[in-house]
């Protein structure tokens, strides 16, 4: 059974900074891209950032690009984003979503996702 289990998020200052973490299991970690989606209040989902299974393709929305690094262990099967300079528009419930491929730069064929973690940016 393929298991998502997001971790790191919580309340912060503008500026301030956190590192989300995404536990994964039930599946060859590994072998599969993996990505960053967030949901804030009332509007739809943003493709964050996405990454390939040995992390070599990389891909980031303008909207945080310079300020989030995605990135990857594949032998901790864990996923990462941190998450520098953050700001109010940043505050989201955040999850993250595995591909159905080893490359996925655009995240369109994602198949599981976590329940997520909530990051909300206020002073």
């Known amino acids: 059974e393929v298991q998502l289990v997001e971790s790191g998020g919580g309340l912060v200052q503008p500026g301030g900074s956190l590192r989300l973490s995404c536990a994964a299991s039930g599946f060859t970690f590994s072998s599969y891209a993996m990505s960053w989606v967030r949901q804030a209040p009332g509007k739809g989902l943003e493709l964050v950032s996405t990454?390939?299974?040995?992390?070599?393709?990389?891909k980031y929305a303008d909207s945080v690009k310079g300020r989030f690094t995605i990135s990857r262990d594949n032998a901790k099967n864990t996923l990462y984003l941190q998450m520098n300079s953050l700001k109010p528009e940043d505050t989201a419930m955040y999850r993250c979503e595995k591909s159905k491929y080893g490359v996925d730069i655009e995240g369109r064929y994602r198949d599981y996702w976590g329940q997520g973690t909530q990051v909300t940016v206020s002073s």
């Open positions: 990454i390939s299974s040995l992390g070599s393709a990389i």
